[in-house]
């Protein structure tokens, strides 16, 4: 499945559409969201496999936020239920969960082995370390390590981005869901930095406010995923549609050809 290739002014259009999106249900569309943290924090305090559950469990949970904003796109009424919709594809989701377990678990392993364990050992402990010193320090001794988990894991990422919405609506298999996300994702590296620049400031503005404005940055996140997720991946019959404006002659052409 091929991605469309995208202006860099997307990127600005997502967050313009998903605004769109969250006025028709803000007040539901939060409360599904903190119903969302409040489970995954839940789970996260299970002993020693609360981590790896909500690893299963955050694409099942995202593809519930997702169904809601298609329901808000078809002028539906905004549910509860939505959030679970996602269990629906539990197999395919839990997968592509396990899957990306897997993969940020080998990426360490890369760092550790070359040149970033103090580093990875900071990073992965449960006990924050307070003195910058020490960061710094490990920091300089990854060498070559540092870039290349920044490159495997911003490839991992991209290849996520999408995937959940690509198994839930697409039909398509995890495998296949993350190929497409991560092609669909370098094929639109400038809007996808628009958007991210975007969002980079507005959660500037949003924590300067004491944190509220991420009452209202958190739905713009999901909601702008959503749109950027439907311009990129249209349906088969907005692409017909697409094609056939495409090929449309403009009414005035043949006029102007033949008096030319």
């Not at 313009?16 to 999106?21: F, S």
């Not at 980079?200 to 959503?226: C, E, H, K, N, R």
């Not at 439907?230 to 017909?240: C, D, N, Q, Y």
């Amino acid at each position: 499945m091929e991605a469309r290739k995208l202006l860099a002014s997307d990127g600005w259009l997502w967050i313009k559409q998903g605004n769109y999106l969250f006025k028709k249900s803000p007040i539901l569309l939060v409360a599904l969201i903190l119903i969302t943290i409040a489970a995954l924090l839940a789970t996260s305090r299970i002993p020693l496999a609360g981590d790896v559950i909500i690893g299963f469990l955050f694409p099942i949970f995202f593809v519930g936020l997702m169904r809601g904003c298609q329901a808000l796109e078809n002028d539906e009424e905004l549910e509860i239920a939505h959030l679970f919709w996602g269990f629906q594809r539990a197999p395919f989701l839990v997968t592509l969960g396990a899957i990306n377990i897997i993969a940020e678990s080998l990426i360490v392993i890369i760092m550790s082995n070359t040149g970033g364990k103090e580093l990875v050992d900071i990073l992965t402990s449960e006990s924050p370390v307070n003195d910058p010193a020490i960061i710094i320090a490990a920091v300089q001794n990854a060498g070559i390590s540092l870039p290349l988990g920044i490159g495997l894991f911003s490839a991992l990422l991209m290849a996520m981005q999408f995937a959940p919405m690509l198994i839930a609506f697409n039909n398509i298999s995890p495998l296949a869901a993350l190929k497409a996300s991560l092609r669909a994702c370098l094929r639109n590296m400038a809007a996808l930095s628009v958007y991210g620049v975007v969002m980079v400031l507005f959660a500037f503005a949003a924590t300067l406010a004491m944190m509220l404005g991420w009452i209202i940055l958190f739905p713009l996140m999901i909601t702008s995923i959503y749109a950027a997720y439907r311009r990129l991946f249209p349906t088969a019959e907005e692409m017909v549609r697409m094609a056939s404006s495409y090929n449309t002659t403009p009414p005035n052409s043949n006029a102007a050809n033949d008096g030319q």
